[in-house]
């Protein structure tokens, strides 16, 4: 007689309608999967983690607020149990790296077709780690081609996080690195929190003297 085993426990957070609703009927038309909640913002899906306690989140990269990336390391932090696959459009090496540094253990472009959804989806449900064909040849492609180098220090933060944080270590103001990176003074506002946030600091003075430990700052 053949087990009968708990269905995967699953949570959307895109913030497209549509794509959460097709999702939804096609998760709810397959034995075996469980759409427990839905969350359009990297907020609320933090939130609906915490209510829901899902196996799986289905998870978008570019969200209003909050994004994918943030929300993943942030979830996974608190509950590193529950399995993250990022669902996106892009398939470019920083999105790709960015994702399995936040701690996703799967990584599927949206245009994936249903086997190979329903394939991460188990493979992560089960502790495991997928990243659909796209993906993996980009890998390869890019381990292939680039020598081994050691890795670059706070992996947790983006690459944009990582260039902030050299510019405040070599004593920049926030007007000053939105001026040298033309992005908005509430842009980098926001990139400042994060950066503090994912360093578990509490104020710039602390963060200088984490970059400096590291070797950030020297150029600016």
């Given at each position: 007689?053949?087990?009968n ?5 699953i949570?959307?957070a895109?913030?497209?309608t ?12 397959i034995a ?9 913002t990297g907020e609320?899906a933090i ?10 989140v289905?998870m978008?990269i570019?969200m ?6 943030e929300?993943t390391?942030?979830i996974?932090?608190?509950n590193p149990a529950?399995?993250?696959v ?5 398939e470019?090496d920083?999105?790709v790296?960015?994702?399995?540094r936040?701690?996703?253990r799967?990584?599927?472009l949206k245009?994936?077709d249903?086997?190979e959804?329903?394939?991460a ?10 990243f659909g064909p796209?993906?993996a040849?980009r890998?390869?492609a ?6 081994s180098?050691?890795p670059?220090?706070f ?9 902030i944080?050299?510019?405040i270590?070599?004593?920049?103001g926030n007007?000053?690195?939105a001026?040298r990176?033309?992005?908005?003074p509430?842009t980098i506002?926001?990139?400042v929190?994060s950066?503090f946030?994912?360093l578990?600091?509490?104020d710039r003075?602390?963060?200088i003297v ?6 950030l700052?020297?150029?600016?």
């Amino acid at each position: 007689m053949a087990e009968n085993f708990p269905p995967i426990r699953i949570l959307i957070a895109d913030d497209h309608t549509l794509f959460r609703d097709g999702l939804r009927a096609l998760l709810g038309s397959i034995a075996g999967t469980l759409v427990v909640g839905e969350a359009a913002t990297g907020e609320d899906a933090i939130a609906q983690v915490t209510a829901l306690a899902p196996d799986v989140v289905l998870m978008d990269i570019q969200m209003p607020g909050m994004n994918g990336i943030e929300a993943t390391w942030r979830i996974r932090q608190a509950n590193p149990a529950i399995g993250i696959v990022v669902l996106t459009m892009f398939e470019d090496d920083d999105s790709v790296f960015a994702a399995m540094r936040a701690g996703a253990r799967g990584y599927i472009l949206k245009g994936a077709d249903q086997a190979e959804m329903l394939r991460a989806i188990r493979a992560v449900a089960n502790g495991e780690a997928l990243f659909g064909p796209a993906i993996a040849d980009r890998l390869l492609a890019f381990f292939s081609a680039k020598p081994s180098t050691p890795p670059p220090p706070f992996p947790d933060l983006t690459n944009r996080e990582r260039e902030i944080l050299n510019l405040i270590a070599a004593g920049h103001g926030n007007a000053d690195i939105a001026g040298r990176l033309f992005l908005s003074p509430k842009t980098i506002r926001n990139h400042v929190s994060s950066i503090f946030s994912k360093l578990q600091v509490a104020d710039r003075a602390q963060a200088i003297v984490r970059a400096r430990e590291a070797g950030l700052g020297t150029r600016a």
